[in-house]
């Protein structure tokens, strides 16, 4: 999903308390037209006011910029609401870039309905992801991060200008955050390392120089792709726990794309098949996604990756 309606984790690794407050600054600066009045929504708690405050963050972008500020507020709320699993992942990501690339589809109130809920369904998917992937789910409450985001449409804010609470609120929160990302990072480097250190000796596992490892399924014929190669491949990807995460055979088209586009594990392990061969790839993080995989994947930073790959054809030497 486009990166600018989704800013949950970006706030909260990426900056600091003092950041946040620049922020606020800066989207009312943007939008000297915009006045927040109070809000009567009651906040109990320190995880109720983080939860909170996260949901008023996440509605700054729908107010202060020109483009996304076009879509319904409401229909946002309904789809932030609703279940991601409700809602074709493809199709809402293919709908809101026709929004931000057609100013003619930016006029028909009908699109910008349904682009709208696909935006809310969108960000609660990676609200639950993001934090779901830091094990931190437990940090937040969905209520209140529903309550300030609607309060941040309506221009509501329980904090109004007391920077200095939302700045503890989200310093306690990154430390928090800091903690649990360690840990997840540390085991998942941990359990790749255990899994390539024993799986080289298993028979009929090979292992490059770079670490990559893997096995021939299926024996092919002719010549090998180059680096730079457009190639036709079906594959599935799964985890170390053998949760498929990415199949070219369950969504029943195989995949067309040049090997210098591609992870590093695989620019390198295609090179080594010829068509009409099938491997088994074993890619550690460093030649994978290592700390930044697309939070909408399933796929943990610093996860070891395992590929069945398929080599249909070669397009393009």
């Given at each position: 999903m486009t990166r600018g309606i989704s800013i949950i984790i970006g706030l909260i690794l990426m900056s600091c308390g003092d950041d946040i407050?620049?922020?606020s600054k800066k989207v009312k600066t943007i939008a000297n037209d915009i006045i927040y009045s109070s809000s009567d929504v009651s906040l109990n708690s320190e995880l109720d006011s983080i939860s909170y405050?996260?949901?008023?963050?996440?509605?700054?972008?729908?107010?202060?910029?020109?483009?996304?500020?076009?879509?319904?507020?409401e229909e946002i709320l309904i789809g932030f609401q609703d279940s991601t699993?409700?809602?074709?992942?493809?199709?809402?990501?293919?709908?809101?870039?026709?929004?931000?690339?057609?100013?003619?589809?930016?006029?028909?109130?009908?699109?910008?309905?349904?682009?709208?809920?696909?935006?809310?369904?969108?960000?609660?998917?990676?609200?639950?992801?993001?934090?779901?992937?830091?094990?931190?789910?437990?940090?937040v409450d969905f209520k209140y991060t529903y309550l300030g985001l609607k309060d941040g449409f309506n221009l509501k804010d329980v904090f109004l200008d007391d920077t200095n609470s939302v700045?503890?609120?989200?310093?306690?929160?990154?430390?928090?955050?800091?903690?649990?990302?360690?840990?997840?990072?540390?085991?998942?480097?941990?359990?790749?390392?255990?899994f390539l250190k024993e799986n080289k000796n298993k028979k009929g596992v090979q292992q490059t120089p770079?670490?990559?490892?893997?096995?021939?399924?299926?024996?092919?014929?002719?010549?090998?792709?180059?680096?730079?190669?457009?190639?036709?491949?079906n594959y599935k990807g799964t985890l170390l726990?053998?949760?498929?995460?990415?199949?070219?055979?369950?969504?029943?088209?195989?995949?067309?794309?040049?090997?210098?586009?591609?992870i590093p594990g695989w620019t390198e392990g295609i090179q080594l098949m010829k068509a009409g061969s099938k491997f088994k790839f074993y890619i550690?993080?460093?030649?994978?996604?290592?700390?930044?995989?697309?939070?909408?994947?399933?796929?943990?930073?610093?996860?070891?990756?395992?590929f069945e790959v398929e080599l249909l054809e070669i397009l393009s030497p």
């Open positions: 407050a620049q922020s405050v996260l949901g008023f963050e996440m509605s700054k972008p729908f107010i202060s910029d020109s483009i996304f500020s076009l879509l319904e507020k699993s409700n809602m074709a992942l493809d199709s809402c990501e293919m709908k809101i870039q026709s929004f931000l690339s057609s100013s003619d589809l930016r006029k028909n109130k009908s699109f910008l309905k349904e682009c709208a809920a696909c935006v809310g369904s969108l960000n609660r998917m990676e609200f639950y992801n993001n934090f779901g992937s830091l094990n931190a789910l437990d940090l700045n503890i609120l989200f310093a306690s929160l990154k430390s928090e955050i800091g903690i649990r990302y360690n840990v997840t990072i540390e085991q998942f480097q941990r359990e790749g390392r255990e770079s670490g990559l490892q893997y096995k021939v399924l299926k024996k092919g014929k002719g010549k090998n792709p180059s680096a730079g190669a457009q190639v036709k491949v726990s053998g949760e498929t995460f990415d199949s070219s055979y369950d969504r029943g088209q195989a995949s067309e794309f040049f090997l210098n586009q591609v550690p993080h460093e030649l994978a996604y290592g700390a930044n995989p697309d939070p909408r994947s399933g796929i943990k930073p610093y996860s070891l990756l395992i």
